[in-house]
């Protein structure tokens, strides 16, 4: 892994210190990877739905019902 330093507002590194000491996580590391990965995950889910919703736009329409977007979107958040 790559070594970075990087500085944290007081309550921010605050909020890591207690996400840490509550066992949650073993490091601030752990704690900053794993918020990135879900930040990167959310945003293929968000890019996702920018395309449908693009394509649709373009269209002017879509094949899929209200309902059918609708259960495809929850599907890809929940992952």
Same mark, same amino acid.
């Given at each position: 892994? =790559? &070594? ?7 309550? @921010?590194? *605050? %909020? ?5 000491? #509550? *066992? +949650?996580?073993?490091?601030?590391? +752990?704690?900053?990877?794993d918020?990135? &990965?879900?930040? &990167?995950?959310q945003?293929?889910?968000?890019? %996702?739905? @920018? =395309?449908?919703?693009? =394509? ?11 309902? *059918? ?5 929850? #599907? =890809?958040?929940?992952?």
């Amino acid at each position: 892994m =790559r &070594r970075q330093s990087i500085s944290f507002t007081k309550p @921010n590194d *605050e %909020w890591l210190k207690e996400m840490v000491n #509550s *066992e +949650e996580y073993s490091s601030k590391s +752990e704690l900053v990877n794993d918020i990135i &990965r879900q930040a &990167r995950k959310q945003q293929v889910q968000i890019d %996702w739905l @920018n =395309r449908k919703l693009e =394509r649709a736009e373009q269209n002017g329409f879509t094949k899929l019902s209200q309902k *059918e977007i609708l259960k495809e979107s929850k #599907s =890809r958040l929940n992952g």
